[in-house]
Structures are given as C-alpha cells and as structure tokens.
C-alpha cells in the first residue's frame, strides 16, 4: 500500500484545519495544535497536511525550504490541491456556507468529465472538488 501525504504551509494552522475540515467533512488528528495537523478522512486515511510558514520544533531546527517564507516565492506556484469527493453536492454547499473566493463554480471538467469547482483556500491555494465516479 502505498499513501500521499502532501503538506502546505498555512498561516494559521488551526483556521485551515477547521476549513479543510468543513470542505471535506473530515476531521483532524492534532487538535488545536500551532504548527502542525492532518486532515484525515472518516477511515484514518490523510487527505493533507497542514504546516505554519517557517521552522518548526523546539529551537526551529526543522526547517524545509519550500515551507519556510511566503515571501520567497509565489504561495501556490506549482501547487493545485484536488481532491474526490463522494459527496459532491453537499461539498458544493459546505464551499459556499465558508464564504470562499470561488474560482470556478461547478462545471463538468474537460479531463474527467465529470463535476468539478475550485475554491480558494484561507492561504490563497487553489482548491479543486471533483466529484467521485459512480
């Protein structure tokens, strides 16, 4: 078996745990913590990983560079978060109801050719919902 564990860096690591939370109908695996958290979904399986800008540990000895300044470089360059959904219509409704930038309201994708939005997330990343297959 093998598992994706993407991590972003977040601003505020608690704000975008409750957003991804509420998007995805999932819950988190470090509750109220400032530096790092996963949003898993109801089986355990992580979906992302959320990580604040710059060091992290004790003495901030735990440095990865592409986590490290917003400022560095463009905050979602290269970067398209996507993620498939079971749920679609009431992911649809849970993205309206947090007052995100929408990008893109539902539309049939030209590569899956089914439904799909993207979103906004608090840090500005793009956020693509696709509906899952049948």
Request: aromatic letters at 10%.
């Given at each position: 078996?093998?598992?994706?564990?993407?991590?972003?860096?977040?601003?505020?690591?608690?704000?975008?745990?409750?957003?991804?939370?509420?998007?995805?109908?999932?819950?988190?695996?470090?509750?109220?913590?400032?530096?790092?958290?996963?949003?898993?979904?109801?089986?355990?399986?992580?979906?992302?990983?959320?990580?604040?800008?710059?060091?992290?540990?004790?003495?901030?000895?735990?440095?990865?560079p592409s986590l490290s300044n917003p400022q560095q470089n463009h905050i979602g360059n290269g970067l398209l978060l996507w993620f498939v959904v079971e749920d679609f219509d009431s992911a649809w409704e849970r993205a309206q109801a947090l007052g995100s930038v929408i990008e893109e309201a539902p539309n049939t994708d030209n590569g899956t050719l089914m439904r799909a939005f993207v979103v906004r997330d608090p840090d500005q990343y793009y956020v693509a919902v696709n509906e899952a297959r049948g």
């Open positions: 078996m093998k598992r994706t564990w993407p991590i972003i860096a977040v601003a505020d690591v608690p704000k975008s745990t409750t957003w991804y939370n509420r998007l995805l109908n999932a819950r988190n695996t470090h509750a109220g913590a400032p530096v790092f958290d996963q949003i898993v979904d109801e089986d355990g399986t992580v979906l992302l990983c959320l990580h604040r800008w710059g060091p992290s540990g004790p003495q901030g000895d735990h440095q990865w």
